[in-house]
C-alpha cells in the first residue's frame, strides 16, 4: 500500500461514510481503491453527497500527510469530468464546490495535467479517440477506466502510464505526489 496503513483506515473511512456508501472497508482496498470507487459515486449528477466528501478532502488537504490521498480523489473527480457525461458532475459544478485547499489542488492537478498532454501531443503516438471510453456500459468497467482516463480537449484521452512516461522524461513531478508510487500500488 502506499500510503500508511493505521491512517489509511481512518480516512478512507471518513469518506467512505461521507460518500454514503454504507460499507465496509475491505481490508485488501487500497487507499487508491476507495478514491476511486468515492469519486465515481459522487460525480454521478444526482448523488447528494459530493459537498460532504468534499469538506472531508478539504479537512485532509491541510495535512500533510494526507494531501496525496486527498489529492487522488480529487484527481479521481477530475478525470471523471473531463469525459463530459451529462450523467455526471462537470468540472465547473465541481470546483464551486471546493474549499479554498481544495481549490488550489484542483488547480495543480489541472496544470499539471495540461503539461503532460501538451508533451503527449509532441512526444507519443497518436492518442486515442475518447469515444471507445464513453461506449462502455460495465459500471465496475466505467468506474476503474472514467476515473484513471482523462479526455482532453481534442477528444482523444491519456491516462496514468502517460503521466508516468512523462515523469520519468521529463523529470516533472508534481509536488507531494507520486503518480509513480500511485501506479505501483
Not at 478532502?57 to 484527481?75: G, I, K, M, N
Not at 488550489?104 to 512526444?123: F, G, N, P, R
Amino acid at each position: 500500500m502506499w500510503f500508511a496503513k493505521g491512517r489509511s483506515r481512518s480516512r478512507g473511512a471518513q469518506l467512505v461514510r461521507a460518500a454514503g456508501l454504507g460499507r465496509r472497508i475491505p481490508s485488501s482496498a487500497s487507499e487508491f481503491d476507495i478514491c476511486r470507487d468515492v469519486a465515481f459515486q459522487v460525480s454521478q449528477s444526482s448523488s447528494r453527497e459530493l459537498e460532504a466528501v468534499l469538506a472531508v478532502v478539504e479537512a485532509l488537504l491541510s495535512t500533510e500527510s494526507d494531501y496525496a490521498f486527498a489529492c487522488c480523489l480529487l484527481e479521481d473527480l477530475q478525470n471523471v469530468t473531463s469525459h463530459g457525461l451529462p450523467q455526471r458532475r462537470t468540472d465547473e459544478e465541481i470546483r464551486g464546490l471546493l474549499g479554498p485547499r481544495g481549490l488550489i489542488c484542483w488547480a495543480t492537478l489541472d496544470t499539471y495535467w495540461a503539461k503532460v498532454s501538451a508533451w503527449c501531443e509532441q512526444h507519443r503516438a497518436p492518442l486515442k479517440s475518447g469515444s471507445e471510453l464513453l461506449a462502455i456500459q460495465n459500471s465496475r468497467l466505467q468506474g476503474l477506466l472514467w476515473t484513471s482516463l482523462r479526455t482532453l480537449p481534442t477528444g482523444n484521452y491519456i491516462g496514468i502510464a502517460d503521466v508516468i512516461s512523462y515523469q520519468k522524461n521529463v523529470g516533472d513531478l508534481m509536488p507531494n505526489y507520486s503518480h509513480i508510487t500511485k501506479a505501483l500500488d
